[in-house]
């Protein structure tokens, strides 16, 4: 059977958009909001108040392209259902095409500001590529967002079962990608409660990351071992065979350790250095940020072009607080070391870092006594406490190392020419490998380099 529809009339909808009252365009609902987010030199704002993103037509669920344009979301929150990152009829978007997003600013010289977004729901993407916000356009900016991830398989586990194949699934916060050129993240804040990073960098050029927050959870293997049901009882409590496991400890056969901390999201803030295809990621800015109870704080050490780091602070990580590398510039930083090192240099190749750093209060963690790992040449690094009794004199700086996030370097670590100034009681060990290097310490220095 057919059907055949005529005579339709078309009315042209001439009505004039609600403006506020300082000229901003006035929307109520999401289908609206949408209908602005392509144009260019609009200033839209969405009406304070709670809204669903239930319905996607794309992976990007909703995609601001517009030039010269100002979102306003101030008082909104945003729902996002977890539903759609399992959707795989949806169209994709023009690059990385396999990834999917509850929003994607993709225009030049616009702004967004003031939502709040959580995603809801029992179900995960059906890849791992998933994020919250995706930030691909020029000289765009983020401000005073607020994100509450959710949605990731199996959450509660971190990364003892992998990183995003097999049964994995991530729920990442807040992506900075190719072609990304002069993004500012300001004042935003995100609360990790899935498996994923926080925010990230890939491919990006000359981004800033500006007063910006994270938090996540920390868990430990006791708590896994009490279970009586749910994903690791169905394993046995088992980790992956061959899984990526850092900061906690397994048995050789996977088999979960009892007294173990880890997290149970990945890294706080964290620069990759390229994306597919292969774009080379640029230099980062990251300043008066704070991360907490991450598996590792700020990394920028995977970076080949060097970043700087001020005046941010760093606690409560499992697999090191700062991750520093080739260039990286570190000021008035600050982190502790309960459970893993407050900073490391790990790579060999790493030259020419800058590390100024305070250690926080560390007595009463666990499983760590390493206060810092320096690999590489000509690397100049001061580190200073406020008391002495937050440094316990078992902690150790160690140089030439595969201890802590160092344990991936191969054999033949070095470090040499490095400018150390230890301002705390922490014993400096000189393992082999170390060489040509100034050391100035309180505390004892152990020589067994040659």
Known sequence: MSHVITAIKLTEDNSKPVLDSDGFILVDNISEFRGYAAQDNVNIRLKPGPYQIDKAFCTRFIEL????????????????????????????????????????????????????????????????????????????????????????????????????????????????????????????????????????????????????????????????????????????????????????????????????????????????????????????????????????????????????????????????????????????CSADAKYAEAFCITKTSAKNASVDIEILDSRDGMNNTLLAAINGSNHKVNIKTSKVSFVPKVFAIELSTRNGYAYYQGEGVRASNIQLDNQTEAKVLLLPGTKKSQIKSKGKVEDISK
Not at 69 to 83: E, F, I, P, Q
Not at 85 to 98: D, I, M, V
Request: hydrophobic content about 35%.
């Open 65 to 332: 392209s517009g030039t010269n344009s100002h979102y306003d979301l101030n008082g909104v929150r945003l729902m996002v259902d977890t539903k759609l990152f399992a959707n795989t009829s949806l169209a994709r978007g023009n690059s990385e095409k396999s990834l999917y997003c509850a929003l994607e600013m993709s225009g030049a010289h616009s702004v967004m500001e003031g939502p709040y977004v959580e995603t809801y729901g029992a179900s995960y993407g059906h890849q791992s590529k998933n994020k919250i916000f995706n930030l691909v356009g020029l000289d765009v900016t983020l401000k005073n967002a607020e994100i509450r991830t959710a949605g990731s398989n199996p959450w509660g586990y971190g990364s003892f079962y992998g990183l995003g194949g097999n049964d994995v699934r991530k729920m990442n916060g807040i992506r900075i990608g190719y072609p990304a050129n002069g993004v500012k993240l300001i004042g935003c804040k995100v609360h990790m409660r899935a498996m994923g990073h926080a925010i990230f960098v890939q491919g990006a050029q000359n981004t800033l990351i500006e007063d910006c927050h994270v938090d996540g959870l920390l868990r430990t293997t006791d708590a896994i071992l009490a279970e009586t049901s749910g994903y690791a009882f169905d394993k046995n409590f088992k980790a992956a065979k061959g899984g990526y496991v850092e900061g906690a400890r397994v048995a050789s056969d996977g088999t979960f350790l009892p007294g173990e901390m880890f997290s149970m999201s990945e890294d706080g803030i964290r620069i990759y250095p390229d994306t597919s295809p292969g774009v080379l990621t640029g230099a980062t800015t990251i300043k008066d940020c704070t991360v907490t109870n991450m598996r590792r704080g700020i990394c920028t050490g995977l970076n080949a072009i060097g970043d700087t780091v001020i005046n941010c602070k760093v606690t409560n990580t499992i697999a090191a607080g700062f991750n520093v590398g080739n260039d990286d510039v570190l000021i008035n």
